[in-house]
């Protein structure tokens, strides 16, 4: 039976796009001094990993590349060839070829054999002059070869593997791999039903690369518990998990059955009862599985339907006599501690490292430097927070505008840096954490640090309302302007005022915010605040008059009923209350929408004390309703933008509660107060 074999094509792009990415990831982290053993066997395990799959699935020129450069990282590895930094070059760009290549078989299109023959050379010219190792004498296409086309006598390996899929699709899977091979091969697959560890062993008779035959196997089983030898040794045995019995015990094999071209392509397997006898091992399973990001989102909003269901019957339960409907009340307690816990559960699987984001910077500082030609170091912190998928997506293009201006604007040439007492490389810091109900990404850099004269002069030219008076912050913030640059020269790098405005618009597009510290001469730091997560959230809600609004629990430091002598009034700003010798300015919602019915003075309501980067402030309310999980709907979406508003929700009731943006509210209460509130 014949299998399509562009069903397994998917995975092998998927796990060449992760061995390329490690590749990268390791040469731009090698000290070229003093190479690591560990990273150069790794950068060559990732190459060669990807010439055996390639070779397997007749992607030719992929697997062209790849042979040569691991032949070179072998003979880098082995102490026969001491590296350089044009072979890092090299090898970064055969990285790029690489991924193109891969980019053209997963979509169709064309690969370009230009490219292909061009990064052959180059990485060829790297070797000039040394001796070639046997390892690399061989082309690869004579992996594939038969016997008789290579001129070589016929040959056995044997090879020990645990099956990571049902044993009737791996005797299948690997019956039609080694016809895509050529069909040249006699191979006899021996199994054994009911071990601890339930081995398979494939003789194959023929003058086979072990390395394409330990490609092919690693898409039907366990990469780690894969054994390959010559044909009669035993050193595979010693690495068996389960020691139960010998390499390729006496178990009679099946007939060999013809293939279309008259070559014999044995692929016998157990007897199907017995193959149906052989337990998975716990260890074969796998800790990871992909799923389709659709789907997760297509959970993630039931969940929240879920919530917004389960807050309305809890809040029709209110009305319930609590000792008549007993039982009622302990179900949807119980209910509600249940959807809890599932969301969290689902929220988790949005949630992902932001190491994801972060490693594309080294690439591009690398690039990017060598094309200033200034010396920089990336220093990244707190890879491994976590951050909404949704988030992930969109916050990459916004940080690489950051870190491209660090590196254009901010880091001076060595010759600059030396001359001011700074060692001649600069270092550029990226760093992540959490802080309350938000992430922080910071982008810092020791570089020159931003011009107040020049940005003011440049605000001014370009019609901006600038003046001396403004605070270095307000002055930094005009950088965000569309189409301001203070670079004198246009490159293809900078100077055409486009990117930090597009920052700017696509950050607070995600509910979040960027600001900026500098200092001249020391370097900036540019700081994003965003939420965790773009879908749910655990609130506090709060009436005033008949309306009900959502804050975010991570911003409510406490609650709390002022006194009269609580409430003050200093350098005429009458709004101030003071709590535990600090005065805290007052934002009230009434006045800021408007709200007709709701309470009026300082003392009869409740002030919520938020913090937000750092700023307390009071939030006058009329009273608090509780709090629980909200599902989060954009208000910008289905309506517009509201000032002081970052979202809205659906509540039990059926009634929309609007979320208040706590840190513009917070910046609000820091400047001016609209008119002072009535107090005894």
């Known amino acids: 039976m014949s299998i399509d074999m562009s069903q397994f094509y998917q995975v092998f792009f998927e796990e060449a796009q992760e061995h390329l990415d490690s590749m990268e990831s390791l040469l731009l982290g090698l ?6 053993a560990e990273q150069l066997n790794a950068i060559f395990r990732a190459a060669h990993s990807i010439k055996g799959s390639a070779g397997t699935f007749g992607f030719t020129d992929l697997s062209e590349v790849t042979h040569i450069l691991e032949g070179l990282l072998d003979r880098i590895r082995k102490g026969a060839l001491a590296i350089r930094p044009q072979m890092i070059d090299a090898f970064l760009a055969a990285g790029d070829v690489l991924k193109q290549l891969l980019a053209a078989h997963r979509d169709g299109g064309a690969a370009d054999p230009d490219r292909v023959a061009a990064i052959c050379q180059r990485l060829s010219a790297l070797t000039a002059g040394a001796p070639s190792p046997a390892a690399i004498a061989a082309p690869e296409s004579a992996a594939v070869q038969s016997p008789a086309a290579a001129g070589a006598a016929p040959t056995e390996i044997e090879a020990s593997f645990v099956l990571d899929m049902d044993a009737d699709a791996a005797a299948r899977v690997i019956d039609n791999l080694l016809a895509e091979l050529g069909r040249q091969w006699t191979a006899t697959v021996i199994g054994r039903a009911g071990a601890v560890d339930p081995r398979w062993r494939l003789r194959i008779s023929a003058a086979a690369d072990p390395e394409v035959v330990r490609g092919m196997l690693e898409f039907v089983a366990r990469s780690d518990s894969i054994r390959i030898g010559a044909a009669g040794t035993t050193a595979l045995d010693a690495n068996d998990s389960d020691g139960a019995y010998g390499l390729f015990d006496a178990v009679p094999p099946a007939p060999t059955h013809a293939a279309a071209d008259g070559e014999s392509t044995a692929m016998p397997a157990l007897p199907a009862a017995e193959r149906r006898s052989a337990p998975r091992p716990a260890a074969a399973a796998e800790s990871s599985i992909r799923v389709d990001v659709d789907k997760v989102d297509q959970l993630v909003n039931l969940i929240g339907e879920l919530v917004i269901t389960q807050s309305m019957l809890a809040q029709s339960a209110t009305h319930l006599d609590a000792v008549k409907f007993e039982r009622l009340h302990t179900g949807l307690a119980q209910l509600e501690r249940n959807t809890r816990d599932m969301q969290e559960a689902v929220m988790s699987i949005r949630m992902m490292p932001i190491s994801v984001v972060f490693s594309r910077f080294p690439r591009v500082v690398h690039d ?17 927070t976590e951050l909404d998928k949704g988030l992930i997506e969109r916050i990459s293009d916004p940080l690489t505008h950051l870190i491209r201006n660090s590196i254009d604007h901010g880091i001076e040439m060595p010759a600059q840096r030396v001359a001011l007492g700074k060692p001649p490389t600069g270092t550029i810091t990226l760093k992540a954490y959490h802080q309350g109900g938000s992430i922080i990404i910071e982008v810092g850099d020791d570089g020159v640090g931003l011009n107040r004269g020049k940005i003011l002069a440049k605000a001014r030219e370009k019609g901006l309302a600038a003046h001396e008076q403004m605070s270095d912050g307000e002055v930094w913030l005009l950088i965000f302007e569309p189409g301001f640059s203070t670079a004198e020269v246009v490159t293809e790098v900078s100077g055409r005022g486009v990117g930090m405005d597009v920052v700017k618009r696509n950050i607070t597009a995600m509910g979040g915010r960027v600001e900026i510290e500098s200092v001249t001469g020391r370097g900036t730091r540019m700081t994003v605040r965003l939420p965790l997560t773009l879908a749910i959230l655990d609130g506090m809600s709060v009436g005033v008059g008949n309306q009900t609004y959502i804050v975010a629990l991570g911003y409510v430091m406490e ?58 402030a009071a939030l006058f309310v009329d009273t608090l309703l509780g709090q629980q999980p909200v599902v989060i709907k954009s208000l910008e979406s289905n309506y517009r933008k509201v000032p002081g508003i970052a979202a809205a929700t659906i509540m039990g009731d059926g009634h929309v509660a609007l979320i208040l943006d706590v840190a513009a509210l917070v910046q609000m209460a820091k400047g001016s107060c609209p008119r002072p509130l009535e107090a005894a």
């Open 31 to 36: 000290d070229i001094g003093a190479p690591d």
């Open 559 to 616: 609650s709390l009923q002022v006194e009269p002598g609580m409430i003050k009034s200093v350098s005429g700003v009458e709004r101030l209350i003071q709590v535990r010798g600090e005065y805290l300015p007052v934002v009230a919602l009434y006045e800021l929408f408007r709200i007709p019915g709701s309470k009026t003075r300082l003392d009869e309501g409740i002030m919520v004390v938020l913090e937000a980067d750092g700023v307390r």
């Open 368 to 384: 990017l430097a060598q094309k200033l030609g200034k010396q920089i170091e990336l220093d990244t912190i707190g890879e491994g």
